[in-house]
C-alpha cells in the first residue's frame, strides 16, 4: 500500500501540535538568563518559572481524554490551538512575574493536550504499515519546534531588543498557532472515533479518503473492536485486565523524562555557559544540538517499523546512559570541557533515534480503542509530571553541583534498559484490533 496525499495532509496538520508543541517547551531556554535578572529569581524561583508550563501540561494531558472522547481529537486539537495562541500573546505583555506563570500554564495546556490528541489522532488515521513512522511524524514536529525555538532564540539575540528580547523570543510563537488553528478546519474526524460514535458511514468515507486497502473490511474490524464499548467514557481503566498498558504506558513516559532530556533541552544555554561559553557561542551551540536532534529523528522514523520499537529503545537507551556518565565526569572532574557540545550531541542522537522516535507511537499503540484517550491520558500524564518535578529540581542540583543530575539520568537508564529488555512486547506491523488480543485486553 502506497502512502496517499489525504493522509499525508491529515498527519501534517495534527503534526504541527508537536511543532508547538517543540517551541514553545524550548523556547525557554533562551531567556532563562533574562528574566533571572528581570525578576531577581534565586535557583528555585528559575525552577519554578521554567516548570510553570509543565504543571499546566500535566493538567491539559490528564484531561484531554474527556473532549477528546466526547467532541473527538480533531475538535480538541482546536481548543489546544487556542491555548497556545493566548499564551504567546499573553507572554508577550506579561506585567509581572505571576501573569508570566499564568500564560505559560495556558501554554502548558496545550502542549499537555496535543501531546494526548494528535498521536491518538494520527494512530487511528494510519493503516499498521504506516503507522509508526506516522505517529513518528508528531515527533519530528517536536524536534524541529525545538531546532526553530534554539535559532528563534538566536536570531531575537542579535537584534538588539535590550530587556525586552525575551517577550519577543515568548511571543513568536502566536504566529504558528494561528496557522495550526486554521489548518484544523481541513482534515477529517478518525475514523475510529466516529465508529465509537455510530457513525459509520462517515468513518468508511474517511478510511477510503485516507487510501487504506480494504476500507470495508478495515470498518469491520473497527465495529468488532468496539462492538459493546459505546458507554467507554464511563468504563474505568483501573482494572486488572489493564494493567499491563498501563504499567507500559507510565514506564515509557517517566524513563523517557528520566533521560534528562527536556532539562537539558530548557538549560542547555545555562549548560555551555557553566562549561566556559559566552551567550552568543552557547546560542549558537544550541542550535547545532537542535539539528542533530532533528537529524536522528528523521533517521529513527525511517527504521521504526523496520527494526521495531524494542530494538531501537535497547539499543538507544545504551547510548544514552554511555554518553550521559561521560557527560557527568567532565563536569565532575572539571577537564576536557571541549568535549562537551559532541558529547551533548551523541546524547542527543541516541535519544532521539529511541525514547524520542518511540514513546508516543508506543503510548499510542498499547490501549484498545475503547479507553485510549484515557490511557494516552495517564502514560502522556506520567511523562509531564516526571518532565516539571525535573526541570524544577535541575537548577537546585546542578547549582550543588553540575555533573550530579547526569550521573542521576544515566543511572536511571540502566533501570530502563533492564525493563525494556524483559517486558515490553513488539508492536510493528500489528494492528491496532489485533494488539488487542495480544496484550489480553480484548473483549
Not at 566556559?276 to 528523521?298: E, H, P
Not at 509531564?384 to 553541583?401: D, E, G, H, Q, R
Not at 530502563?416 to 489485533?434: I, N, R, W
Request: charged content about 10%; overall charge positive.
Amino acid at each position: 500500500m502506497s502512502i496517499n496525499g489525504y493522509l499525508v495532509k491529515s498527519t501534517f496538520v495534527s503534526a504541527l501540535g508537536g511543532l508547538l508543541f517543540g517551541f514553545d517547551t524550548a523556547v525557554i531556554a533562551g531567556t532563562t538568563h533574562q528574566l533571572t535578572e528581570v525578576y531577581s529569581l534565586t535557583p528555585y524561583l528559575l525552577g519554578l518559572t521554567v516548570s510553570s508550563a509543565l504543571w499546566g501540561t500535566v493538567a491539559g494531558a490528564m484531561t484531554a481524554g474527556i473532549p477528546g472522547q466526547r467532541i473527538g481529537r480533531r475538535d480538541s486539537l482546536r481548543i489546544m490551538a487556542v491555548f497556545y495562541f493566548l499564551s504567546a500573546i499573553g507572554c508577550a505583555f506579561a506585567w509581572s512575574w505571576g501573569s508570566l506563570l499564568a500564560f505559560r500554564i495556558i501554554g502548558g495546556l496545550g502542549i499537555g493536550g496535543s501531546s494526548v490528541l494528535a498521536p491518538m489522532y494520527i494512530a487511528e488515521l494510519s493503516p499498521p504499515k504506516w503507522r509508526g513512522r506516522l505517529v513518528g511524524f508528531f515527533q519530528v514536529n517536536i524536534v524541529l519546534g525545538i531546532l526553530v525555538a534554539y535559532l528563534s532564540n538566536f536570531l531575537i539575540g542579535r537584534m538588539n531588543f535590550g530587556t525586552t528580547e525575551w517577550r519577543w523570543q515568548l511571543g513568536i510563537a502566536a504566529v504558528p498557532a494561528l496557522f495550526f488553528l486554521l489548518m484544523l478546519f481541513f482534515i477529517p474526524r478518525s475514523p475510529r472515533w466516529l465508529a465509537m460514535k455510530n457513525r459509520t458511514a462517515e468513518a468508511l468515507d474517511v478510511l477510503r479518503l485516507t487510501g487504506t486497502e480494504n476500507p470495508e473490511q478495515e470498518l469491520s474490524e473497527i465495529v468488532a473492536a468496539i462492538h459493546l464499548e459505546r458507554s467507554s467514557a464511563v468504563e474505568p481503566i483501573f482494572q486488572r485486565k489493564y494493567l499491563l498498558p498501563i504499567f507500559l504506558a507510565v514506564t515509557a513516559g517517566a524513563f523517557n523524562q528520566l533521560t534528562g532530556i527536556n532539562a537539558c533541552l530548557y538549560y542547555l544555554n545555562d549548560i555551555f555557559a557553566a562549561a566556559g561559553a559566552s551567550k552568543y557561542s552557547a546560542g549558537r551551540q544550541s542550535v547545532i544540538i537542535g539539528c542533530t536532534n532533528l537529524l536522528f529523528t528523521l533517521l529513527a522514523m525511517t527504521v521504526i517499523d523496520k527494526l521495531g520499537r524494542k530494538k531501537l529503545l535497547l539499543a538507544g537507551t545504551a547510548g544514552v546512559f554511555i554518553f550521559l556518565a561521560a557527560i557527568g565526569e567532565i563536569f565532575r572532574s572539571g577537564t576536557h570541557q571541549t568535549w562537551l557540545i559532541w558529547l551533548v550531541m551523541a546524547f542527543m542522537g541516541f535519544f532521539a533515534i529511541s525514547q524520542g522516535a518511540v514513546v508516543w507511537v508506543y503510548i499510542s499503540e498499547v490501549f484498545p480503542t475503547r479507553v485510549r484517550a484515557k490511557g494516552q491520558a495517564i502514560g502522556t500524564s506520567t511523562l509531564w509530571v516526571m518532565n516539571a518535578l525535573i526541570s524544577a529540581i535541575f537548577p537546585v542540583l546542578a547549582k550543588t553541583s553540575n555533573a550530579t543530575p547526569f550521573f542521576f539520568f544515566a543511572a536511571m537508564m540502566l533501570i530502563d534498559f533492564v525493563l525494556v529488555a524483559a517486558l515490553y512486547p513488539e508492536t510493528k506491523g500489528v494492528s491496532l484490533e489485533k494488539l488487542e488480543q495480544r496484550l489480553g485486553v480484548a473483549n
